[in-house]
């Protein structure tokens, strides 16, 4: 019997979109379904909701739960990973209460910016770990990263894990269709390529029967930008740099130095930006649970439809030979992306069939658009160099790098700030010279 391993099975949403879709599709019928969460209680949770599915989907697949991590991954052919080291409490909120200390604000705080660096910091040993386990006992397995940072993690796992693994974000797959939702424009018929880094990907090309839909886009955006909505950033950044940006205004207000600045604080208003945004978001899900779980767990008629995630058609494609393109995160062999730094994890088309997940060549990024992927990479690059050495100095070197903190704060204030959140981090972070 063929085994899917997901780790962070806890995560039960997500386990019943990723999981559920497994379920749902004939080509994956009679794996086993190997569930493992640290957290005893969730992933009963989860196992119990995914039974009830495989129960009311008639699916042949077997679903298990192991305490034993290494067992879990015992000859698995494919790992799904969604972790989150540290949670809310304590680590989010040490992520955004120290650096707020020093005036350092945060919408997201989960990929670069100061909080980014300290959620890789915490993660990457976490994760290395699992790519021991995966060496011993399932070397040829397909690892797919779902945890944030995405691309540090997917770097590490693939550099010094010696994982095979693809990193897979949404927001590839939602970007075309909600822009033009916002600007009031039809997807029908429309062809766009997409390629960058995770969270700051590009639309470089969106055109019908070969027209350039990029002047009439700019056109309605520069017209809804007169009004507040959900996604003044994004656009911002189009109307001057060119290009639309993949992930969210939310998370691109903390990537780049021009928008939440103590100096000009009515930006914050003018962008309608949300400041501590993700803590807002945790306290809700939390709040929302037990809700959540009465209609999950304990409903034993529990059905699902097949979702948009890129899970399972990556396993369909690879079991059935049957192409099937994602927006995939890989890392930057051979130049993919050829103006961006090789050493670096790219996010470009692949194609996935049964030779696996083969990524496609890119070529320039437009330079300005590749100028403000490198300011990322760089943060990117110098945390991995971090986490591998254990020293201190390079911990200073990606804040100090990283462009919103490099905007707001002197080097001695980011050092600082920096040692108060090792400190605050205590055991969830491995000791640094």
């Given at each position: 019997m063929s085994k899917i391993t997901f780790i962070g099975a806890g995560s039960t949403v997500f386990a019943k979109n990723v999981l559920g879709d497994v379920m749902m599709t004939p080509a994956l019928q009679g794996f086993e379904i190997a569930l493992f969460d640290i957290n005893p209680e969730r992933l009963a949770d989860s196992e119990k909701m995914l039974q009830n599915i495989c129960n009311t989907s008639k699916s042949t697949c077997v679903i298990k739960s192991y305490s034993d991590r290494k067992e879990a991954l015992r000859g698995a052919k494919y790992v799904v990973n969604a972790i989150q080291v540290g949670g809310y409490d304590p680590c989010t909120i040490t992520d955004f209460e120290i650096p707020k200390k020093?005036?350092?604000?945060?919408?997201?705080?989960?990929?670069?910016?100061?909080?980014?660096?300290?959620?890789?910091?915490?993660?990457?040993?976490?994760?290395?770990?699992?790519?021991?386990?995966?060496?011993?006992?399932?070397?040829?397995?397909?690892?797919?990263?779902?945890?944030?940072?995405?691309?540090?993690?997917?770097?590490?796992?693939?550099?010094?894990?010696?994982?095979?693994?693809?990193?897979?974000?949404?927001?590839?797959?939602?970007?075309l269709q909600g822009l033009f939702d916002n600007l009031g424009l039809e997807t029908t018929g429309v062809k766009h390529k997409i390629a960058g880094i995770n969270h700051m990907a590009w639309l470089l090309e969106v055109t019908k029967d070969g027209v350039d839909l990029y002047p009439e886009i700019k056109r309605r955006a520069r017209e809804k930008q007169k009004e507040k909505h959900w996604d003044m950033v994004r656009l911002e950044m189009m109307l001057n740099f060119g290009y639309y940006i993949t992930e969210s205004s939310e998370h691109n207000a903390e990537y780049h130095p021009y928008f939440i600045k103590r100096n000009y604080p009515e930006l914050i208003d003018r962008f309608n930006i949300p400041l501590d945004e993700y803590p807002r978001r945790c306290i809700n899900q939390i709040e929302s649970w037990n809700k959540q779980r009465e209609e999950l767990v304990n409903n034993i008629e529990l059905k699902h439809e097949r979702s948009h995630e890129y899970a399972s058609y990556i396993l369909e494609a690879i079991e059935t030979n049957v192409p099937f393109k994602i927006g995939g995160n890989v890392m930057n062999t051979g130049g993919l992306i050829s103006n961006l730094p090789r050493e670096a994890c790219v996010e470009v088309p692949c194609l996935v069939d049964r030779s696996g997940v083969n990524p496609t060549y890119v070529g320039d990024l437009p330079p300005q658009c590749a100028a403000l992927n490198r300011t990322n990479i760089n943060t990117q690059l110098l945390t991995i160099e971090a986490a591998i050495t254990r020293k201190r100095d390079h911990i200073y070197h990606a804040a100090m790098l990283d462009p919103h903190t490099a905007a707001e704060l002197s080097m001695d204030d980011i050092k600082a700030m920096c040692d108060d959140l090792i400190e605050a981090h205590g055991d969830w972070l491995p000791k640094y010279n």
């Open positions: 020093y005036g350092l604000r945060q919408t997201i705080a989960d990929t670069v910016g100061i909080g980014g660096i300290f959620r890789n910091l915490r993660t990457i040993p976490v994760m290395l770990d699992f790519a021991k386990d995966i060496q011993e006992v399932c070397p040829d397995a397909l690892f797919l990263n779902y945890t944030n940072p995405m691309a540090v993690l997917t770097n590490v796992m693939n550099t010094y894990g010696g994982v095979n693994t693809v990193g897979l974000c949404h927001s590839v797959q939602v970007c």
